[in-house]
């Protein structure tokens, strides 16, 4: 059963611009704090950005003043708007949702391909 679905991955050249979404339930959404992850082949899945249920966000320090998160809660999405993209940020972004206490659950999207050419 597929909880997260991810949309808005592709293929650009570097410089470019790509806009990752993420939909869920309402439920889930509503109780969960939202981020996105990355992982590049060989490497370690890492942090790229999140925000909370009140819109505080937090970001790696490689995307910092490029990439911004946002979430809409009319649509039960959230958002990775990419700018300025670089060959490094090359990774399929998978859209992660953790639900607060008591709940405590961990939501994981399918992942999206993006890749930027140099």
């Known amino acids: 059963q597929v909880q997260l679905v991810e949309s808005g991955g592709g293929l650009v050249q570097a410089g470019g611009s790509l806009r990752l979404s993420c939909a869920t339930s309402a439920i889930i959404f509503s109780i969960s704090d939202m981020g996105w992850y990355r992982q590049a082949p060989g490497k370690q899945r890492e942090l790229v950005a999140t925000?909370?249920?009140?819109?505080?966000?937090n970001y790696a320090d490689s995307v910092k003043d490029r990439f911004t998160i946002s979430r809409d809660n009319t649509k039960n999405s959230v958002y990775l708007q990419m700018n300025s993209l670089k060959p490094e940020d090359t990774a399929v972004y998978y859209c992660?949702?953790?639900?607060?206490?008591?709940?405590?659950?961990?939501?994981w999207g399918q992942g999206t391909q993006v890749t930027v050419s140099s």
């Open positions: 992660h949702a953790h639900s607060i206490p008591p709940f405590s659950r961990d939501y």
């Open positions: 925000i909370t249920r009140g819109g505080s966000t």
